[in-house]
């Protein structure tokens, strides 16, 4: 892993990330605003129940996927 390789979100984990967990906090961002933790295999389910409960969560998909959505943005 070098410092380009995108980690995970979780508190202490240094794994490489493979997941993007897009979320928004209603009371303080614009509804179409997205935020991102990224997640590797291991942590997804956590951080997605995380942000789940407090419905935040907006979208869980592969960090292949949002780097390609997002060049297709760009």
Known sequence: MNDETP???AKGCRTAAVWVLAWNN???HTPERRKT????EEHREHLSAFLGVRNFL???VSLEEWERRS????
């Open 7 to 9: 980690i995970c979100s």
């Open 26 to 28: 209603p009371k303080i």
């Open 37 to 40: 933790w990224l997640a590797c």
């Open 58 to 60: 907006k979208d869980v």
């Open 71 to 74: 060049a297709a943005d760009g």
